[in-house]
C-alpha cells in the first residue's frame, strides 16, 4: 500500500492532489473508482493508520501541539482581541483534520447554502449540496439489544445510506445532558426534529460497533488502498505546483508539483490536473509559493507574479466559541470528562472502552442549539440597527466581492436565520480560570457563526515550511463582540432554571467568567481574551466571481489557470451556522463528479 519514493518521484499521473485531508482523500478514492485515470496524492503528515489517539474518541485536545498530529500554527496578534495570538490547530496527518476533529456531525440551514449559490455560483444550492452529502454518509444505530438497525438521520427515520462514512449517536449521555435539553426548553428554546433551528441531539462520525472515529483515511482510502492506480505518499510536503504557459487558452497550465520528502526535493508530473486540497490556511499558501496571488504579497518577497489574482488569502472568515463553566453539584453521579484527568479514573476508562463496556470514550458532545440572535437578547434590533447604519456609511470602503455578502449577512439577521449556537460541553472547557483537581463541572459553550469581520493569510517569506501570517481580524466588526456578549448575559441565565439549577445549585460555582465579571465592559473583555477557533476557517480561496475577489469558478478552477483546481473548504465565499466538516466531504464528493464529466467531454 505505502509507495516507494521512487514510484512518485519524476513519475507522471493524470492527477496529483496536494493533501491528503478530508476533502483530498475524498476525492482521491471517487477519481480512482474510474481504472484508466492514474492519482497521485501527497500528504505532508505520516499515516498514524491504527492510532488510539485517532480512533478512540473524546480525547479532545489530545492532538494538539503534537508535531504528528498538527500542524501547531497559530492567529498574528489581535488588535481588536487584547493583542493576543491565537492557536490554530489543524490536522496534519493522513485524513487531515477530520482525524483530529472533535466527531460532530451538523447541518447548516437550507438558505445558508443557498446564499452560497445567490452570491454568483449556479450548481451549488441546497439541492446539490444535500445530494452530495448523502453520498458520503451512513446512518447506523443500535438497537437495545446491541444490534445494527438502520439509522434516524437528524430529519427522522430514513433507510440506511450507502455512504462509506459512518455516522451515529454516542451510546452514553449522562443525566446532565437531558436536564440542560430541558432547561433551554424552559428558557423558550424549542426542540428541533428538524434542525439546524432549535436544541438537538448531535451525530458523530462515529463507528458504534468498532466504537472507533470514522475519518477519510477509515471511510474512503483504506477501502481502496490496495487500487494500483492510486497513490498516496505521506510525509511529503508540497512547496509549489510547477507551472508553464498554455499557448492556446493563454492560460497557466501546472505540469506538476514540487514537493520535500525525507529532506529532498522531488517533483511529480501532472498530464491533466494539480488539485489543492491542503486546507484554508495550506491552499493559499501554495498558490502564493507558485505566484498566483496578490501582487502586493508576492513582489516585496520576490516571487515572480504568474497569475495576478486578488482574491488568494482573503475574505477569511471563521467562528468562535467562549463558554461559561459552572462546577457540578457534589454527589452526582454523573460522569464528565473531568475524572480523566486523574490517572486511576482514565485507566478504568480505558479499561471499560476496550472490553466494549459504555463509557466516556463511547459518550461525546451531544446537546446542539442553533438559534438567531433574538432569542438571546431583547437588544437585537438595536446591535442590528447600529450595524447596519455603520455597513451602509462604509460600502464604498469595502474590497469587491464584500458588499453582496454583508447585503445576504443583514439580511439573515434581519429574517432571525439561526445563527448563534449554544453546545452542552460535558466537562471544563473556559477560560481563564483552571478547573480544580477531583470536581467536576459542566460548561455552555457558545459560538457565533456568521462573523461579519473579514481576515486574511498570506505568506511573509518564501520558506514553504513556515506557516503564513494567519490574521482573521477578530472583533474589527464590534457587532461580533456585542453580540457576543449578549449572548453570555442569556447563557449565565440558565444556572437559575429547572433542571438545570439541579446540576449546579450555586450561581457563585461559576468558574468562568466568575461571579465578579459584570458589566457590559468587563465582559467584553472576558470574550475577547477567552474566545478560541472552532477550527472551522473558510474563504480564502473563495468560489465567487472574478471581479467579486474570486479565486475559483464554480468548477473549482483557479481563473486564469487551465487545470489547477482547489477541493476543500477554502472555497466557501459565505460563512454557514454549521461545522464544517460535512461540508468538506460535500465540496469532494460534488468535485469529483465535476471532474469525471469534465473528462468525458474531452
Ligand atoms: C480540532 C478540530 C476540531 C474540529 N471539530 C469539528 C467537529 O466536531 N465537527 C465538524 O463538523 N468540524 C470540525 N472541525 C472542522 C473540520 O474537521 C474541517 O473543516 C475539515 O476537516 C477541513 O477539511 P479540509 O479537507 O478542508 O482540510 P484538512 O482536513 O485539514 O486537510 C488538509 C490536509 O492537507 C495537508 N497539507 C497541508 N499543507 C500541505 C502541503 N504543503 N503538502 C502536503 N500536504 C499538505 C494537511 O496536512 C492536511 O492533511 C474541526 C477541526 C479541527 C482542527
Same mark, same amino acid.
Not at 458523530?204 to 471511510?219: E, G, V
Not at 476508562?349 to 451531544?366: D, H, M, R, V
Not at 446591535?383 to 449577512?409: A, W
Given at each position: ?15 496529483? $492532489?496536494?493533501?491528503?485531508?478530508? /476533502? ?85 440551514? *437550507? ?108 471511510? #474512503? ?11 498516496? *505518499?505521506?510525509? /511529503?510536503?508540497?512547496? @509549489? $505546483? ?43 499558501? $501554495?498558490?502564493? *509559493? ?65 472490553? @466494549? ?18 432569542? #438571546?437578547?431583547?437588544? /437585537?434590533?438595536? *446591535? ?5 447604519? @455603520? ?108 433542571? #438545570? ?102
Amino acid at each position: 500500500m505505502k509507495p516507494s519514493i521512487d514510484e512518485i518521484s519524476g513519475k507522471t499521473f493524470d492527477f496529483v $492532489i496536494i493533501g491528503g485531508g478530508t /476533502a483530498g482523500l475524498t476525492l482521491a478514492s471517487r477519481l480512482s473508482e474510474d481504472p484508466s485515470l492514474t492519482i497521485a496524492l501527497l500528504e505532508a503528515g505520516p499515516a498514524n493508520l491504527d492510532d488510539p489517539l485517532i480512533l478512540r474518541t473524546s480525547q479532545y485536545g489530545a492532538h494538539f501541539g503534537k508535531e504528528g498530529y498538527e500542524w501547531g500554527q497559530s492567529t498574528t496578534p489581535q488588535v481588536h482581541a487584547n493583542g493576543k495570538s491565537f492557536y490554530w490547530p489543524r490536522g496534519r496527518t493522513l485524513g487531515g483534520s477530520s482525524a483530529i476533529n472533535f466527531l460532530c456531525w451538523t447541518k447548516p440551514p *437550507l438558505q445558508d447554502i443557498d446564499d452560497i449559490e445567490r452570491l454568483g455560483n449556479p450548481g451549488w444550492g441546497w439541492e446539490s449540496y444535500e445530494k452530495y452529502l448523502k453520498r458520503a454518509e451512513r446512518f447506523v444505530h443500535l438497537g437495545d439489544d446491541g444490534q445494527l438497525v438502520p439509522g434516524l438521520t437528524a430529519n427522522g427515520p430514513r433507510p440506511p445510506e450507502q455512504g462509506p462514512l459512518v455516522i451515529s449517536y454516542p451510546q452514553t449521555l449522562e443525566n446532565f445532558e437531558k436536564k440542560a435539553y430541558q432547561t433551554l426548553k424552559n428558557l423558550g428554546i424549542p426542540d428541533a426534529p428538524a434542525p439546524p433551528a432549535g436544541t438537538y441531539a448531535c451525530a458523530h462520525t462515529f463507528d458504534p460497533i468498532s466504537q472507533t472515529r470514522t475519518y477519510s483515511t477509515t471511510a #474512503y482510502y483504506l477501502p481502496v488502498a490496495h487500487r494500483k492506480n492510486l497513490r498516496v *505518499l505521506v510525509s /511529503a510536503t508540497v512547496s @509549489k $505546483i510547477v507551472l508553464n504557459h498554455d499557448a492556446e487558452s493563454g492560460n497557466v497550465l501546472a505540469t506538476g508539483v514540487e514537493f520535500i520528502h525525507e529532506g529532498k526535493k522531488h517533483i511529480v508530473h501532472a498530464s491533466k490536473e494539480v488539485i489543492l486540497s491542503a486546507g484554508s490556511l495550506k491552499s493559499p499558501q $501554495i498558490l502564493e *509559493l507558485s505566484g498566483i496571488g496578490r501582487k502586493d504579497v508576492l513582489e516585496p518577497l520576490g516571487i515572480p507574479v504568474v497569475v495576478d489574482l486578488p482574491g488568494v488569502g482573503e475574505n477569511l472568515q471563521e467562528h468562535v466559541f467562549t463558554g461559561v463553566s459552572w462546577e457540578m453539584r457534589e454527589g452526582l453521579p454523573d460522569l464528565t470528562l473531568d475524572i480523566l484527568r486523574d490517572p486511576e479514573q482514565l485507566a478504568q476508562q480505558i479499561k471499560a472502552y476496550e472490553s @466494549k463496556q459504555p463509557s466516556l470514550f463511547t459518550s461525546g458532545i451531544s446537546g446542539f442549539t442553533f438559534q438567531p440572535l433574538t432569542t #438571546y437578547t431583547p437588544r /437585537a434590533q438595536d *446591535l442590528y440597527d447600529e450595524l447596519s447604519t @455603520k455597513i451602509t456609511e462604509n460600502m464604498d470602503k469595502y474590497p469587491p466581492g464584500l458588499r453582496e455578502q454583508y447585503d445576504i449577512q443583514l439580511e439573515r439577521l434581519e429574517k432571525g436565520a439561526p445563527a448563534f449556537e449554544l453546545i452542552s460541553f460535558p466537562g471544563f472547557f473556559s477560560y481563564p480560570n483552571p478547573p480544580e483537581a477531583g470536581k467536576k463541572y459542566v460548561t455552555m459553550l457558545f459560538a457565533s457563526n456568521h462573523m461579519f469581520s473579514r481576515g486574511n493569510a498570506h505568506i511573509t517569506s518564501t520558506d514553504p515550511l513556515a506557516s503564513a501570517a494567519l490574521d482573521p481580524h477578530y472583533f474589527e466588526q464590534d457587532f461580533d463582540l456585542k453580540s457576543l456578549v449578549e449572548v453570555t448575559k442569556f447563557v449565565r441565565k440558565i444556572v437559575g432554571v429547572k433542571p #438545570y439549577d439541579e446540576i449546579v445549585g450555586d450561581v457563585a460555582k461559576e468558574i468562568n467568567p466568575g461571579p465578579g465579571i459584570q458589566s457590559d465592559e468587563q465582559l467584553a473583555d472576558w470574550v475577547k481574551s477567552s474566545i478560541g477557533s472552532t477550527y472551522h476557517t473558510l474563504g480564502t480561496l473563495s468560489m465567487l466571481p472574478k471581479d467579486k475577489n474570486g479565486v475559483v469558478d464554480p468548477t473549482l478552477k483557479v481563473y486564469g489557470t487551465k487545470n489547477i483546481r482547489v477541493v476543500d473548504l477554502s472555497i466557501i465565499p459565505l460563512h454557514i451556522a454549521a461545522h464544517t466538516l460535512g461540508t468538506v466531504y460535500s465540496i469532494a464528493e460534488h468535485a469529483a463528479d465535476i471532474i469525471k464529466e469534465s473528462l468525458t467531454r474531452t
